[in-house]
T-cell receptor
C-alpha cells in the first residue's frame, strides 16, 4: 500500500537552531515528491518539487533533498516566522492513474 | 492576483440536504483536485481532474461528486451529506501533471 510517513510529529526549536524534518515513502511508480507549508486556518503553500534521487532544492532557509526512500527538509537558522506545519506529498502513478498522497505533517514551532 | 477561490468558507448543514462547494481558479490550470483534511489523517484526495470533462477518483470519493464543465471551475457536490463528511475541504489547481498545487483557503463543513 502506498504510504507517506513524516517525522517527528512536532518539533520545537530555538531561533537559530538548525534541524531536519523527515518524509519517508513507500509507493510504486514515484513521479514526484512535494513539500508544502501550512499556516493555521490556511491552505497549504507549495515550496518544492523533487523528481529524482539526489536532487536538491533551496529557498531561503529551507533545503529539500531526496533519496530513493525518503526526503529531508533542512531548516538552517530558523526564525519564529518559520513556525508552521510542513507537509510532504508524493505523486504516484499506478495503472495510468496519478494519485497525490500526503503525509500527516510536522508541526514546527520556532521560539524567539 | 493568481488564486484559487472556494465558497463558502464556512457551512453548517443538516444530514441529507444536498450542497455544492464551488471552486474557481484564474490561472488557466488544467489540473484541479479536491481534498479533505481531518486531524490525524492529513489531507486525502477526493477527486481530481486532468482537463474539462476528465475526472477520476482519489482515495476517498464515496459520497462525493464532481464536474468539470469549464476549465476554471471544479465544484464539489455532496448529494446527501452525512456527519462523517464534517471536515475541512480544500480545492487546488496545478498547471502541470507533475507540478505543485495552488490551494484555496478552505471550506469548513459541519454536517449535523
Amino acid at each position: 500500500e502506498d504510504q507517506v510517513t513524516q517525522s517527528p510529529e512536532a518539533l520545537r526549536l530555538q531561533e537559530g537552531e538548525s534541524s531536519s524534518l523527515n518524509c519517508s515513502y513507500t509507493v510504486s511508480g514515484l513521479r514526484g515528491l512535494f513539500w508544502y507549508r501550512q499556516d493555521p486556518g490556511k491552505g497549504p503553500e507549495f515550496l518544492f518539487t523533487l523528481y529524482s534521487a539526489g536532487e536538491e532544492k533551496e529557498k531561503e532557509r529551507l533545503k529539500a533533498t531526496l533519496t530513493k526512500k525518503e526526503s529531508f527538509l533542512h531548516i538552517t537558522a530558523p526564525k519564529p516566522e518559520d513556525s508552521a506545519t510542513y507537509l510532504c506529498a508524493v505523486q504516484a502513478s499506478t495503472s495510468g492513474t496519478y494519485k497525490y498522497i500526503f503525509g500527516t505533517g510536522t508541526r514546527l514551532k520556532v521560539l524567539a | 492576483e493568481a488564486q484559487v477561490t472556494q465558497n463558502p468558507r464556512y457551512l453548517i448543514t443538516v444530514t441529507g440536504k444536498k450542497l455544492t462547494v464551488t471552486c474557481s481558479q484564474n490561472m488557466n490550470h488544467e489540473y484541479m483536485s479536491w481534498y479533505r483534511q481531518d486531524p490525524g489523517l492529513g489531507l486525502r484526495q477526493i477527486y481530481y481532474s486532468m482537463n474539462v470533462e476528465v475526472t477520476d477518483k482519489g482515495d476517498v470519493p464515496e459520497g462525493y461528486k464532481v464536474s468539470r464543465k469549464e476549465k476554471r471551475n471544479f465544484p464539489l457536490i455532496l448529494e446527501s451529506p452525512s456527519p462523517n463528511q464534517t471536515s475541512l475541504y480544500f480545492c487546488a489547481s496545478s498547471f502541470m501533471r507533475l507540478g505543485g498545487y495552488t490551494f484555496g483557503s478552505g471550506t469548513r463543513l459541519t454536517v449535523v
